[in-house]
């Protein structure tokens, strides 16, 4: 079975990639609610998904310094829920993988179906 990636795994978890041109790297992030903070935000490096609750945006102008927390309950709470999804995704991945396998019977067409041929 192939290997996951890891911005599928995000995408599927409800992440957005944040278009961000000050940033060197792509990230991803998931809003708690209507407003653009709190959210979770995340970085990708190879397999590697570096997960951050951001409270609030930077409070100086030119700062990228923010109010983010690294662990924690919440955080813990959301690294379970994307390993969940991804854990349904190889899931899923397999149970396709047995259909496709497995032996059917080839499909009659519309005349097969009534006559039973």
């Known amino acids: ?68 927390e690294y662990d924690g309950p919440t955080v813990e709470a959301e690294a379970l829920r994307i390993v969940e999804t991804a854990n349904q995704i190889i899931k899923a991945r397999s149970e396709e993988a047995n259909l496709s396998t497995s032996v059917d019977r080839p499909k009659a067409g519309f005349w097969g179906k009534i006559f039973g041929n």
Do not use: C
């Not at 079975?1 to 792509?26: F, H, I, K, S």
């Not at 935000?41 to 409270?55: E, K, R």
């Open 1 to 68: 079975m192939p290997q996951l990636n890891p911005v599928e795994v995000l995408r599927r978890a409800g992440y957005g990639q944040v278009m961000d041109r000050r940033a060197t790297e792509p990230s991803w992030s998931r809003r708690l609610g209507s407003g653009f903070y709190p959210r979770f935000h995340t970085y990708v490096n190879g397999n590697v998904i570096n997960l951050h609750l951001d409270q609030k945006q930077a409070s100086y102008e030119g700062s990228s310094a923010h109010s983010g």
